[in-house]
């Protein structure tokens, strides 16, 4: 068949070629009526260009496109020859200080730490190598393609815009000059001439819906009878379906098949047969039936070839577009307005917005064209990309829900291109207050997941497959709200106020849907059959994390809206938990003659959840309201007396109490889910806003109401409260209750209850809730990484929270607290921590897990013995609270505080039976430790006039009540002091006892007061054997544990990777500012050389350049540039060897492998070496 069409389709070849670009052109020009001219010009010649057989011919397609279709119309716009014409437009053209390279897919983008605005700012490699960002600290990635070249964009970078190449325009352009006073009113007005009709002609057909029937002024009278059968891409079928169905569909090879398959994946449709309509519809039938057994089926269709024609040009025309406004500013702005120019039907009807509301009906290669052409237009014009943000905001809702409901990836959808217009701060702020973005953003997110419990939460447990998919692609969303949150505002309008705070709103509402969610009931007797969903509403936690941050940041930058969102949000809190009371019995607890009412609730018999986004974001915002000072400046404008504090506290305290209960092993019936879930929410992904913020939330509590009433509330939802409220309940509850694992888990929430205890005093390193900033709190945490092992660069990174900019803060202070150890021959530099921080170092960092507690204890009493000092770690000494705090160190000196010190130091001296242990002592022991650092700087810094209220020695040296007359904590002290079975913790008790007698003489010698003082009682020793085995076991116990926890850990974290597979991407950074001191001596060859005199040795000026394997970055070999490093393996080998007794001699500068410990020239080649001293591990390789 073929054959027999060669010698037609070569006639019409030739009578195409006749056709004279110039004539078409100078009839245009006369034309009365262009657009019916140019289409039926179009009409003709169209089909005869394209699609004259089964398969394309795009080299011979292309030229033939230009000089019949293309060439007329340049001669047109250009009124001569365009040879000549474009030149001439160039020349006069101010070109942009845009750089606007759109990036391909693999290609290498960079992005400044020090300069970007965000990390979405990047540069193309040569903007990179021409800019003053390459000495700064930088990162560089691929590209998965479709964005593009920042450079020249001023909002993009903090410093250093412009590259070399985009400087040199930038002293010309002061202002905003119109591009179109460069042309002639002629060539204006021809352009705008054909731009409207090309534009409006292509994107006519490419969203045109028929299949075989053109527009009416395309038809033509002798239309040839040819169908193609067109294939389109999904997302659900594999290749192997495709193919297998396409080789039984259309009768081909398997090869021909995987190439049909591979174009329609790449391009998004390939026609697979040519022929009459029968002939195409009968394959049409056998793909459909054969792919629609389980899915749906693959999307076919029958079409016209003189559509698929003028289909293909359409695309060719966009891409002419693109490139012919390449050639001026002017140009370009003519193709922005005629795109964006309202069409006759009004609202949505311009060419742009078709386009975009049709995205989702286009294959991929028509999407990914037009896509380009709108980044090379209307991004790059700044007049028209404010328009264009407007038309893409406003059809906002419509793109992401076909987006949501279309099945190809991201990038394929114009939904994507809010990237690049979200992160500009102007058009983000624009957007926000004239098209209320942020309330659009996410009730269209809302609107998606709508499927809720019976109290309005998100139910993602009952989730169909649909919806599921659903859920995944509206995660997209969030980016958005992230994107346009990324930049916070320098100055607040009352429109922006507004604006931002019924966002916030609208935020207050999703949060509400998740307050609670999840909620789960602990399993008794059975295991439970089926692991719960957990991981969506974690997902969904995960994601939102840095937006919720953002939202604190932007509240914290103006103080009416802090005031106002800090109502809001309380006001949202008490909707979901007003009636908190509902239903529970009220119930009075008295301790030590304190008395408070609350409420009977069981952790673990009732329903918990886990999530609490609304508590968590109101206990941030108040945390603002300190670290601001508004709260001392608008207490009246506050709700500060309607805030109750037990509501506050008591879902976090339940969320607490439920970590504790699962760490003593109750809750082992709920099976892994709850183990994941408790995971995460100490994981260093998210405790910034869950752990963290719950912790929080108790320390505002605690310090607006009576330390008793909190400690005893504590206790009742610890299920503790009735062995520390009845007199001798522990000794009676050991005799009596034999059942050890009960034992066992009280010991272990004793334990958490302490903890939490020392946490809430002592984690005072969050601005706002101590007097820090944030380099401290950063430093704390770095502190406390290596506190436990040195740790190289990316390890460290690893454990540090990142912002919303992948930052962690450390480099900035990292130099204060750490020396950097360089690398042996191991490889990896390691950080170091100075000796002076060990002082910082708190044994209860709440941050740490238990396996990192338990070796960074080790670590730390090994490094005291290594010093020759005693091995007590004793608490630091703690910057003050904010004054919004400040009242809570009252926790530790009051009476149920003290009664709970005095029960376990109690049970520690008669220490026989299972009822306490040495955790639960060692504890109590570090508050009694905070306790005396407090008053101690309590003493230290007191006026004259003040008076310390802080008297916790005094309280410590008392014996206990009347009834059981028990001796006092001090006594009790310096009887442990001399136990044999605590031998650990005596260093400790030491560090009390003369912490105790220092303050006792600051005391003594500042005022007329002494402190009372009581002689402890000495206990007798007891049997020493039975201890030490004692000691074992748990020893042995605490080891099996840990091992467990290992195994269960490293199956969470292969789990984690495995699900959220681009957390994990591996971004490459590179860390310029340092580099490794390596000498490059030259080579010297070993014959005889002369220095000086007449017979000098002529040494011959080798110029070597050498390309970096890793950036592809050309640079001369020079003693004086930077160093480079050449790593290569070389390995003697017989292969291919006919004397194989024959050694080489001499290796010239290659090193033998077993190289003595070398410092200098360690080795040498083509990376330089600040790459080389890159964390990730890499093994480079050179092939010559
Ligand atoms: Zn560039
Ligand atoms: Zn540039
Ligand atoms: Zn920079």
Redesign the pocket.
């Known amino acids: 068949m073929a054959s027999e069409l060669e010698p037609e389709v070569q006639a019409i070849d030739r009578s195409l070629l006749e056709c004279s670009a110039e004539e078409t052109a100078g009839k245009w020009l006369q034309a009365t009526d262009l657009t019916r001219e140019v289409y039926q010009h179009l009409a003709h010649y169209v089909p005869q260009i394209y699609c004259r057989g089964p398969n394309p011919f795009p080299q011979k397609e292309d030229m033939l496109a230009q000089h019949v279709l293309l060439g007329p119309m340049e001669w047109y716009l250009c009124g001569e020859d365009p040879a000549f014409g474009f030149p001439k437009l160039e020349q006069a053209n101010k070109p942009s200080h845009l750089?606007?390279?759109v990036f391909k897919v693999g290609e290498p983008t960079y992005s400044c730490r020090d300069c970007a605005v965000d990390p979405t700012c990047v540069?193309?490699m040569?903007?990179f190598l021409g800019s003053i960002h390459r000495d700064h600290r930088y990162r560089m990635t691929t590209s998965g393609g479709g964005g593009f070249?920042d450079?020249g964009d001023t909002e993009a970078w903090k410093e250093g815009p412009y590259?070399q190449k985009?400087e040199l325009n930038t002293s010309e352009i002061e202002e905003e000059e119109d591009p179109l006073v460069h042309l002639s009113e002629d060539v204006i007005a021809r352009t705008y001439n054909i731009f409207a009709i090309m534009f409006r002609y292509a994107v006519e057909i490419l969203t045109w819906e028929k299949e075989s029937e053109l527009p009416a002024d395309l038809e033509i009278i002798e239309k040839r009878d040819t169908y193609y059968c067109m294939l389109f891409n999904d997302e659900v079928h594999t290749y192997e379906q495709v193919i297998y169905t396409l080789q039984k569909a259309v009768n081909c090879t398997q090869k021909e098949a995987i190439g049909f398959a591979t174009t329609v994946d790449r391009d998004g449709r390939r026609s697979v047969r040519y022929g009459d309509f029968q002939y195409c519809e009968q394959a049409k039938s056998v793909i459909v039936r054969n792919t629609s057994r389980q899915t749906k089926p693959l999307k076919v269709q029958v079409m016209h070839s003189s559509i698929v024609a003028h289909q293909n040009f359409g695309l060719k025309l966009l891409s002419w577009l693109g490139s012919i406004i390449g050639y001026s500013d002017g140009l370009r702005r003519i193709l922005c307005q005629v795109g964006l120019q309202e069409g006759p039907d009004g609202e949505n009807s311009s060419l742009v917005d078709r386009l975009m509301l049709n995205d989702s009906k286009l294959w991929k290669g028509a999407r990914s064209v037009y896509h380009q052409l709108f980044m090379s237009s209307l991004l790059m014009d700044l007049k028209y990309k404010k328009l264009f943000a407007v038309r893409f905001a406003k059809n906002y809702e419509r793109l992401q829900s076909d987006y949501v409901t279309d099945d190809h990836d991201r990038e394929f959808s114009i939904a994507d291109l809010s990237v690049q217009i979200f992160t500009v701060p102007s058009l983000a702020r624009m957007l926000i207050t004239e098209e209320n973005l942020m309330t659009i953003i996410i009730k269209t997110f809302m609107d998606h997941l709508r499927h809720r419990d019976a109290q309005g939460r998100f139910q993602f447990e009952r989730y169909t497959a649909l919806q599921a998919f659903k859920f995944r692609r509206v995660q997209s969303l969030i980016l958005d709200l992230k994107y346009v949150l990324i930049s916070k505002p320098t100055e607040w309008s009352d429109d922006l106020r507004q604006k931002f705070l019924e966002g916030f709103d609208a935020f207050l509402e999703l949060l509400k849907c998740m307050q609670g969610m999840d909620p789960i009931t602990r399993q008794v007797g059975q295991h439970i059959e089926m692991e719960p969903e957990w991981e969506a509403a974690f997902t969904l936690q995960m994601k939102l994390t840095h937006v919720i941050s953002m939202m604190q940041d932007w509240c914290a930058l103006d103080e009416k809206v802090l005031i106002e969102a800090y109502k809001k949000c309380l006001a949202v809190l008490m909707q979901c938990h007003g009636g908190f009371t509902d239903g529970e019995q009220p119930i009075t607890l008295s301790i030590c003659g304190h008395s408070v009412e609350t409420i009977r609730y069981c952790v673990s018999q009732e329903k918990v959840s886990i999530h609490l986004p609304v508590s968590r974001l109101l206990a941030g915002l108040h945390v603002l309201l300190s670290k601001s000072e508004v709260a001392y400046k608008f207490p009246e404008l506050l709700p500060l007396s309607e805030l109750s504090p037990p509501m506050l506290i008591e879902h976090p305290l339940r969320c607490l109490v439920l970590c504790a209960q699962v760490h003593a092993g109750m809750w082992r019936r709920n099976g892994f889910s709850l183990v994941n879930q408790i995971y995460y929410y100490h994981n260093v992904k998210c405790r910034r806003e869950m752990f963290d913020k719950d912790i929080v939330m108790l320390q505002t509590g605690v310090s607006m109401m009576d330390p008793n009433h909190f400690l005893m509330i504590m206790l009742s939802r610890f299920e503790l409260y009735q062995i520390f409220s009845t007199p001798d309940y522990g000794k009676r509850f050991s005799s009596e209750i034999t059942h050890k694992d009960v034992v066992q888990q009280n010991n272990t929430l004793i334990e958490e209850m302490l903890y939490l205890i020392i946490m809430l005093v002592g984690e005072r390193f969050s601005p706002g809730v101590g007097q820090v900033n944030a380099t401290d709190e950063i430093k704390r945490e770095i502190i406390h990484q290596l506190s436990i092992k040195p740790m190289a660069h990316s390890e460290l990174v690893k454990s540090l929270p990142e912002d919303e900019n992948k930052e962690t803060g450390m480099e900035s202070v990292i130099e204060a607290v750490a020396h950097f150890k360089k690398p042996g021959l191991t490889g990896r530099g390691m950080y170091e921590l100075k000796p002076e921080c060990a002082k910082d170092f708190n044994l209860y960092f709440y941050h740490f897990s238990r396996a990192e507690q338990s070796k960074a204890e080790e670590a730390q009493r090994k490094l005291k013995r290594q010093n020759r000092e005693d091995t007590a770690l004793p608490p630091p000494v703690l910057p003050p609270f904010c004054p919004l705090f400040a009242s809570l160190v009252n926790i530790l000196q009051s009476d149920v505080m003290l009664c709970i010190m005095r029960t376990v130091l109690q049970w520690a001296v008669e220490h026989n039976g299972y009822a306490w242990s040495e955790s639960m002592l060692q504890r109590v022991l570090h508050l009694i430790g905070m306790a005396l650092q407090e008053e101690k700087q309590h003493l230290d810094s007191v006026t004259e006039e003040h008076v310390v209220t802080f008297t916790f020695t005094q309280k410590i040296s008392k014996p206990g009540e009347a009834p059981n007359n028990s001796p006092s904590i001090l006594a009790m002290l310096e009887t442990l002091q001399n136990a044999p079975y605590l031998d650990v913790h005596k260093d400790m008790i030491r560090w009390i006892l003369k912490t105790f007698n220092t303050i006792k003489k600051i005391r003594e010698s500042s005022s007329a007061s002494p402190v009372a003082e009581t002689e402890g009682t000495i206990m007798e020793e007891s049997s020493r054997d039975k201890d030490k085995a004692e000691r074992k076991r748990k020893a042995e116990i605490a080891r099996l544990r840990r091992e467990k926890i290992m195994a269960q850990m490293s199956e969470m974290q292969r789990h984690f990777i495995d699900e959220n597979k681009e957390l994990f991407q591996q971004t490459l950074e590179l860390d310029a500012s340092t580099s490794a001191v390596l000498d490059n001596s030259p080579v010297v060859s070993d014959m005889a050389l002369t220095a000086l005199g007449p017979a000098q040795t002529q040494v011959p000026e080798q110029r070597q350049f050498v390309t970096c394997i890793l950036c592809q970055e050309e640079q001369e070999v020079k003693v004086e540039s930077k160093a480079m490093v050449l790593a290569a393996f070389v390995q003697r080998s017989t292969v291919l060897s006919k004397n194989r007794s024959k050694f080489i001699q001499d290796p010239g500068i290659l090193i033998p492998f077993k190289l003595k410990n070398s410092e200098g020239n360690r080795d040498c080649a083509y990376i330089p070496a600040t790459m080389w001293k890159m964390e990730n591990s890499f093994v480079p390789s050179v092939s010559a």
Do not use: I, P
Request: charged share 20%.
């Open positions: 750089c606007g390279r540069l193309c040569e903007c070249c450079c590259c985009h």
